[in-house]
Every structure is written in structure tokens, then in C-alpha cells.
């Protein structure tokens, strides 16, 4: 939205607009009284006249990060898995990453003065990990939140150590990533039987 000559102050509620060539189907939007300038390697610039900034609109970095206990734990147990993944792009590194279809008032939040958003979506995660005896296991598929953060509660099957991966695969606004750590489950103690008491018949 923009016009040749505007009027100062500029008028409010111009966008930025990405539409499909084909179809006509909007892909995203963010606020902004933006010139697109150069487009290259899956990056656009635009000039912002309400602002002054020039924007730079692609595929941003990503960091993901994972926890579990740092002491081991008794078979029979639940394990918490924990992490973050988290958007690197130049203009707003260490934010949460969000889904698509909350990328365009998540940026108007963060760059525009918006009020943030209440139904922020985060992004998949997969938790998988190798078990002690070498086995792949999938633990879980996860969604972290408007924070960032995704956690699992899990339950491991046999003793020893576990090599536990989070992946975020990426998608059409960021790259993927991945982090890895470990979880140790020791053996359950046996289980002592309970005497049972007897009974002396008295005459």
C-alpha cells in the first residue's frame, strides 16, 4: 500500500503484501509503508517510510536447544524434556520462533508497535532419542509456545544411558536446527517381600 506522492503525516494501515502469482492466495503481510527494492537468493529489501528502516524479508536462522535431568533417575520413573527454539534473524535474534500463520502480527509486534499477539503459535519439534541398547526411538512430536519453549514428559523403558535429540526441521521462514543431550536411568532396587505374619492357635 503506497502512493506516488503521499501526504505527511503518511496515512495509517499501509502493508506489505506477498500474494501468490498463480492463485491470487495471500501468503503474508506486515504493516508498513514499504518500496520493495532488490530481490536476491530468497531475499526482498523494502524501505519503510514509516520508520526509516530498510527491511530485509527471507528465510531466517534458528537455534534450538534441549534439556533433561543432569541426575540419573530410577527405572520406573518420568523424565522431563525441555528446550527452546528460538528465531536468529539479524533483526531479532533470541525471539521465539512462530508458526506461519502467526509470523504476520508476531512481526508487527516486534517491529511495528503492536500489541502482542494472545494466540501465538510456536513450532513442531521432534524429540527422538537412542536407546542404551542402540535403538531409534521416537519419543514425541511437540509444539513450543509464544515463549519458545517445549517440554515432554517421558517415560524410559529400560536402564542406561539415552542420547536424546530435539529437531526442528524448519520451514518456509526459518532454517532448521537441532540440539542434543543426555538422560541416565539406573535399575529399579528388586523389591523385598513383605513377611507375612502367623497365627499361633491358642487352646
Do not use: C
Not at 532488490?38 to 534450538?64: C, E, P, Q, W
Not at 509486534?109 to 519439534?125: E, F, K, R
Not at 519458545?148 to 539415552?162: D, E, R, V
Not at 523385598?192 to 499361633?200: G, L, Q, V
Request: proline letters at 8%.
Amino acid at each position: 500500500s503506497a502512493e506516488h506522492s503521499p501526504t505527511a503525516p503518511l496515512t495509517r494501515g499501509w502493508r506489505l503484501f506477498a500474494i501468490n502469482a498463480t492463485t491470487g492466495k495471500g501468503i503474508w503481510n506486515i504493516t508498513g509503508a514499504a518500496a520493495p527494492g532488490i530481490i536476491a537468493d530468497g531475499y526482498m529489501t523494502a524501505s519503510n517510510f514509516y520508520d526509516g528502516y530498510l527491511y530485509t524479508f527471507g528465510k531466517g536462522k534458528s537455534a534450538t536447544t534441549a534439556s533433561a535431568p543432569q541426575t540419573a533417575i530410577t527405572q520406573g520413573q518420568n523424565v522431563i524434556i525441555s528446550g527452546t527454539v528460538l528465531d536468529q534473524s539479524p533483526a531479532q535474534p533470541g525471539t521465539p520462533a512462530v508458526s506461519a500463520d502467526s509470523m504476520g502480527e508476531w512481526m508487527a509486534y516486534l517491529h511495528m508497535q503492536h500489541a502482542i499477539p494472545s494466540n501465538v503459535i510456536g513450532v513442531p519439534v521432534s524429540i527422538d532419542t537412542i536407546d542404551p541398547n542402540g535403538n531409534p526411538v521416537h519419543i514425541a512430536t511437540v509444539t513450543s509456545d509464544m515463549s519458545g519453549t517445549f517440554g515432554y514428559t517421558w517415560a524410559p523403558t529400560i536402564p542406561g544411558q539415552y542420547k536424546i535429540t530435539a529437531t526442528f526441521a524448519g520451514d518456509e521462514s526459518y532454517g532448521s536446527s537441532w540440539a542434543q543431550t543426555y538422560a541416565t536411568v539406573t535399575q529399579a532396587p528388586a523389591e523385598t517381600p513383605t513377611p507375612t505374619a502367623t497365627t499361633t492357635a491358642q487352646a
